[in-house]
């Protein structure tokens, strides 16, 4: 059966395999010590154009949102995200966990505006209650969001204008950034984002590895001690050379770019088949998921042919489906996609 | 000067003062053992119509969220509250300091509607995501709400209904429960709260009491090892004695209500001078609270004279105030702020 | 029945009660911020030498400590403290509640080693692994200890200086302060461990108030959003002036140390009975608690008379016992013990 | 240069690689529900010999731990180690960060006695003052433990049933199971574990895998939403598939146990050789773990051809060191070693 169910129902590009199994009976230091994570983490302050970056592996993305949140923010202080953000809604309330509230603003197609933050920050300063409240004491943004959408380079440039104004750092949950930063329809680069953001990731589980993200704090502002609290949240891998491996391939060669970009060409023929069958696009995504709106009967007809993901009920003869494509989607899938349609 | 700042203004009902003097040399067990705190338990049982009913004596009304919430909640679940529920915004992340997610609803006049509590818990479980979101484990409200409105029978009872058939708890938070009880304008006694809810809580604090609130599990549903729980968040007073006799004196004679009718009284005479007196009336409160729209410069002018609250700012010329009364007020204070106004 | 159970059997020493009622009926600011908490605190400055100091109040013992260390440490810090500290062991876990473990050092009646202490420091940073341990953050001691002990003044000067020569802060423990200033075997004052600590209390509940300690920071190093942080642990009292009031009246005219000095004259009119009786004392304890080792017949035939506290089992036929003197025991009743031993 | 480091310094077994390689192009569903993850456990229920079981797969050590112990214990429960257990000293207070007291036993030779365990789960409950102590809520053991020793049938027997008999679970840490099953000197099999223990985990990161670990409960005893506790963790990993495939080769045809039996094949040569060199064995262990009593200026010597792991400086002239095999240890670097030496 074909399936566009998610971004990671594959394991691994065949590369990372490869020098996993090359590299397998070298004795390396363990916990992140040793040279690949070395290599990989210079190949991404490169890419990122970023000498002051510090990097930091991890395993998942929900994993990576917990422990960056709670390492970065005093106990006092929560998270703002959009209503619509991931550690808002499907991780379980991961960094509720921990201590800290999530500070909920408006999404419109899963970002957040600048004016509604900067009338947030300004709302809770001016509230002679605010000792009462929690603080705000980060932004978080998804890029692509949930829904697939993009910041643009303006709006980035605004949401971290405010949060250096306010003295609060900006984080950037970038679980797809590969596709965020191939899509055909950006101005947002990898530099860019390093110099906006205090902190981000860059998501491998997603995007061609079999697991594992890649913390950027963009200025060597490395919470102290942030090995230890690695440890203290149960996410420090004893063989860290898993990671280091997987991301020193990833950002050899333009691995990460190239992949992503594959997955961008395939959801552009994807997005192409399915407005020339008349498919209503419940937003227009320009990255790798698509969300159409559906009738349910259509729906049942579908999902005996191919996998698919349920996202929302609008109506009761409705419903918003997604079709994701990835670094391993095939060609001739989407074809045999269309000719299902 | 005047003041209608809040109801904790002044110290405590001279009645208690009383019995603290009158009690102060007897020696007794601590921790909540004593025999003030078992005569204050059978009496709040008496009144609430609830033999089945288990006390318990803490000394602050956020300290009583936390500590209900987080030993009736699930790891995995959240309380679900108004957007302006006061664990939502003025409890300093009371709630997600002990792993908890608040779960927002839409607000009207301060109370949550049915249908949407409804319709919130029938999307969580219809959603084939459910696993990686947080469980809805537990519906607070407030009564009188942080708007000083109060919820009717029918709709109590309703909410209570959809807990029940949800098998949630409904907890109430009874900060102000005296001055709702008392009201003109209610239909809600204290045995339907035990009926409906199955754990709430008696504030003292705000009525009459130096510090304490009188928590009340329904039907002998006391989480287990619930004093340890108390003492595992600090909140365990060696001296429970000042809490027994509290509450010992409050629900002897029916003090507690009719000290509660007198704010009630106070108030109503208010809201008749203020109506007098052209004031805009942000929303109808049934109770101690007065919220009133004025510009800003009449405000400037009135707080020469009169203390009272700054709540929201709707527009740059214009300002939502509160105007509270409690079982202290003088009907000559009333007099005397008509007669400033 | 004769009690000498605990120092917190009684309610608060008349004076605090006269003062309550005085100022009952002033209209005061809520959470602490009204004047008798201003003026309190500048007493206790005073009393202290300690024009640097901030000062909060706090309801009780196990909520300061837990409150403070949650405050004063890194997340991936712990406390270190005796063995038979009241943090690791009678306070249910409030300081592993808030995710900081204590690090136990082995306990001399109660008290810790400087050599103890400097070796386990030393230790823990030659350690190759100690990026996987938890970081020592932080002295707790008990003056008096658990079992009436005192550190000398040469002691807390040691501690307090391998604890600066470390960068961790010094916190004592002050739950039964008065007891160890007047004793007639100490050459500690209050000055001095204003001096040595970075953060202490002054308690109040066991020394005459109804509840209550007075929380110093030393040299203007309380903790960012300190209040906030109050808050969100449930432990701001809306009504501060009951604390503010209480204090202000146990530091005017010595009568903090007035009644702690009448316990002290108690428990040494007591030790003399107890010598004279043949008693087997367990320590020598030069404070108000006091511990005897008694064969379990005599302890049968004893306790129908008088209560006391049962403190540990040596073997199946001994226990040892405390009996504790306070602020508000009589002269007679210690004869009236005497007599029946 | 040689390593004998720890038993973590190479990657996987080649057949795990092979396996990972063979399936790379599977389309599989997430979050552990794929068909390998399946196949994992039917194999290991059969292993156990536990048609009872519940099994979960997690990436690491300290994760498991965290996770365990916190989904099981109540909050007001703490969990009983030896004071030489991994959570007690090596995790970064992974345990205490989720709000539990780990409750320290005396260690002998890594293990705790039956004892020791039965006294302080009798004096916990006969102590008049429990309400105010962190109640006892699981115990844990390793094995084989930190110093590579293991409990004989008899003692696992004994400390289970004082654990029935308390009604609190027993918990075992299998970080290096497969070595502890195929020493030459255990009575103690994999179905005894799975009847003696109420939850255990069989250790991959150390046992041939690139990361995972198997959680058992052997009784479906699993906690309520367990699934909903991994993710709140941030342990939930999305390619699932990782973990199920590697688990599913290390149980397909004894691979865990044949590749364990070697690592303690190359321990018992390597043992053997370090006796006839007169090496002074700090204890005697049975499994993959060595600890050698070492002159600090031998110890210089060596490491300059020999990678091992420093333990503990007893005195100031020497130290011990370890010295670990594994599923990866070369007949010819022993043989290497013992020249060196």
């Known amino acids: 059966m074909l399936s566009f169910e998610s971004d990671y129902i594959e394991g691994a590009h065949e590369q990372i395999l490869k020098r996993l199994l090359e590299t397998n009976m070298e004795q390396l230091s363990g916990y992140g010590t040793d040279c690949y994570c070395e290599r990989a983490k210079e190949k991404i302050k490169a890419a990122c154009k970023c000498p002051d970056a510090d990097i930091y592996f991890l395993t998942g993305g929900t994993q990576t949102n917990q422990i960056i949140i709670d390492a970065m923010l ?3 202080e929560g998270v703002i995200a959009a209503v619509t953000g991931h550690i808002s809604v499907h991780e379980a309330g991961a960094v509720e966990y921990t201590g800290h509230k999530v500070l909920e603003l408006p999404q419109y197609e899963g970002k957040i505006h600048a004016e509604d933050l900067e009338a947030f920050l300004r709302n809770f300063w001016q509230d002679a209650n605010h000792e009462h409240m929690v603080f705000p004491g980060m932004v978080y943004l998804s890029h692509p969001t949930e829904y697939g959408t993009l910041y643009s380079r303006t709006e980035l440039e605004n949401i971290s204008c405010i949060c250096r104004s306010h003295q609060i750092p900006l984080y950037l949950d970038g679980a797809r950034l590969g596709y965020g930063l191939m899509s055909l329809h950006t101005d947002v680069t990898l530099p ?3 110099e906006c ?5 860059i998501g491998g589980t997603k995007v061609g590895a079999l697991c594992g993200e890649a ?6 502002n490395t919470p102290k001690h942030f090995t230890t609290c690695i440890k203290q949240h149960g996410a420090l891998l004893a063989k860290g050379r898993l990671l280091g491996i997987q991301f020193d391939t990833l950002f050899t060669d333009n691995l990460y770019f190239r992949i992503s970009r594959h997955a961008i060409d395939m959801a552009e023929l994807m997005k192409k088949g399915l407005y020339e069958k008349g498919c209503t696009f419940y937003l227009e995504s320009p990255t790798n998921q698509q969300f ?3 009738e349910d009967t259509e729906i049942e007809r579908l ?5 698919f993901s349920f996202w929302e009920k609008p109506d009761d003869s409705h419903t918003i489906v997604r079709f994701a494509t990835s ?3 095939k060609k001739e899938d989407i074809v045999s996609l269309m000719e299902i349609l």
Do not use: E, Q, S
């Open 74 to 76: 005093a106990p006092y």
């Open 192 to 194: 860019l984002i390093a």
């Open 197 to 201: 953001c205090d902190v981000f990731y």
């Open 215 to 220: 913390v950027v704090f963009t200025r060597h």
């Open 292 to 294: 159409i709106l559906m």
């Open 303 to 307: 999902r005996k042919h191919v996998a």
């Open 327 to 329: 670094w391993a989607t």
